[in-house]
């Protein structure tokens, strides 16, 4: 039983739908009910929304980490 996977670029979904997206793949393929080819594409949209999920993460502590930079030079004056 083959189910459908989203499509959608990987780096132009939210962090949440990613990692729930990334997190069915892994039952799926925990399951071992699929094919070898299913598993494989699988497999490979998995790694390519692990990487999309690691960058918006990434962008994030950047983030936080120049704000807090910010409140940081706030402060001291």
């Given at each position: ?12 979904m939210?962090f ?26 699988r ?20 983030r ?14």
């Amino acid at each position: 039983m083959e189910e459908t996977v989203d499509a959608s670029a990987p780096e132009s979904m939210t962090f949440g739908a990613a990692l729930a997206e990334l997190e069915e793949i892994v039952k799926s393929l925990e399951s071992g009910q699929l094919e070898l080819e299913d598993s494989l594409g699988r497999y490979e949209r998995g790694v390519s929304l692990l990487r999309a999920c690691r960058a918006k993460l990434a962008d994030a502590q950047q983030r936080v980490t120049m704000l807090v930079g910010e409140i940081e030079d706030e402060d001291a004056e």
